[in-house]
């Protein structure tokens, strides 16, 4: 049985995120895969379509409407892959006890502004030219791994090599965990 995989989106979702597809095409033959349009489960109006527009809904109560969403229709636990505002989500839904196995947060919203941290692994990506990524001293304290793409900004995600690493690491991670086998004794 493939472990399962939720994917949350940026805060764009589907609308401007054809490059998820490179994501599930390389990763749907691996993972059971549930993904989430975050505008979706934030019930932001279709029809925003500016930065500006998307953060206020977020800030004005979309954040906490996809958190609801989220903790009511997941309770398997389940690898995550979020992008941007879906990191924010997945690691808030964590703390009020969504069952995650693993985190992978590509450019969190906000996260450096949080104390608390879910109770499972995360990883952390980040371009180097985002401007509100977690300090060391943060990391030191919360006990995250972080990586820094050099070169790249906030939506790092959409970028070819990004999705390539991004994926890889995760068959890696998932390779490691199936092929580590118990030594069990022999039944006669």
């Given at each position: ?21 490179s ?75 969504l ?5 992978t ?8 502004l ?9 990883n952390l990506?980040?371009?180097e030219y ?26 790092l ?7 390539q ?8 991670a ?15």
């Amino acid at each position: 049985m493939a472990e399962r995989l939720v994917i949350l989106s940026d805060m764009w979702g589907a609308k401007k995120g054809i490059w998820i597809t490179s994501y599930l095409g390389y990763l749907q033959q691996y993972f059971d895969i549930v993904f989430y349009d975050i505008r979706q489960l934030s019930d932001i109006n279709p029809k925003s379509d500016t930065v500006e527009h998307v953060c206020e809904a977020l800030n004005n109560g979309g954040m906490n409407t996809a958190l609801a969403q989220l903790l009511r229709k997941e309770s398997e636990e389940s690898h995550y892959l979020t992008f941007c505002a879906g990191g924010t989500i997945a690691w808030n839904a964590g703390l009020s006890g969504l069952p995650i196995k693993s985190l992978t947060a590509i450019s969190p919203m906000n996260i450096h502004l949080l104390k608390e941290q879910p109770d499972c692994k995360i990883n952390l990506l980040y371009g180097e030219y985002h401007e509100d990524k977690p300090t060391l001293e943060w990391l030191s304290v919360m006990d995250v791994n972080m990586e820094i793409m050099p070169k790249f900004g906030r939506e790092l995600y959409s970028d070819d090599k990004v999705i390539q690493k991004v994926c890889m690491d995760l068959l890696d991670a998932l390779l490691k965990n199936t092929m580590s086998f118990k030594k069990r004794p022999l039944v006669s």
